[in-house]
């Protein structure tokens, strides 16, 4: 396998979710993604079942691609920068997950795997989801993105006029695989006036 067409996606707690199975659904289609390390924290576990009904292993049923990994075993080689993968993706990423990367805590495979993106001057995506932000959170995008992180706020498009909920989410899955170097067309692309 080729080790660039490995991704990780993480799931963290807050808010946002069906962003992530739309994320994880683009990848599960995307021909050069060969394999996706799925993760997820407890709280991150809960409110994909609130907000989508599914529970983490199911998503991970979803293909062959998908290997889910326990946020606990922090021995997973892609805990350390010897292996290899194209990026990381936290979708969403919860204002106490931004902060334990923006401060350099490596105290769950998430954050530890985060922070071996940025060591390792890989992509890292975080998708940030709170409102409002309070200087503190501020700080931390900052802090991020000083160190070579994304910082892309759950902050959908509404210019193609989506008709549901998984439109909207998908449009941002698009934009979110740009960020990963996986360009696709896309018909919902900002076309400009006519």
């Known amino acids: 396998m080729d080790t660039k067409s490995r991704i990780l ?4 707690g807050a808010s946002g979710t069906p962003f992530a199975k739309a994320l ?10 060969e394999q996706i390390i799925l993760l997820s924290s407890p709280v991150g576990r809960k409110c994909l079942k609130n907000e989508t009904g599914h529970l983490i292993e199911e998503l991970a049923c979803a293909s062959g691609k998908i ?11 892609i ?6 993968h194209r990026g990381m993706a936290i979708v969403p ?3 106490g997950t931004l902060g334990r990367i923006a401060s350099g805590t490596s105290d769950s495979l998430i ?10 001057r890989r992509p890292l995506i975080l998708c940030v989801r709170e409102t409002p932000l309070n200087r503190i959170h501020i700080e931390n995008m900052l802090r991020a993105h000083d160190s070579g992180a994304t910082i ?11 008709n549901t909920i998984e439109e909207l989410c998908d ?4 934009r979110t695989l740009d960020q990963l170097g996986f360009f696709q067309e896309d018909h919902r692309r900002w076309r400009g006036s006519k």
Do not use: Q, W
């Open 171 to 174: 449009t941002f899955a698009v």
């Open 152 to 162: 892309m706020p759950l902050a959908p498009a509404f210019y193609h006029n989506p």
């Open 93 to 95: 990423c919860s204002a």
């Open 9 to 12: 996606l993480a799931i963290t």
């Open 79 to 84: 805990s350390s920068g010897s292996s290899l």
């Open 67 to 77: 290997h889910l990994l326990s946020e606990n075993d922090l021995e997973a080689d």
């Open 24 to 33: 994880l659904n683009r990848l599960i289609i995307e021909p050069a993604v």
């Open 111 to 120: 954050t530890r795997a985060a922070d071996v993106c940025l060591k390792e």
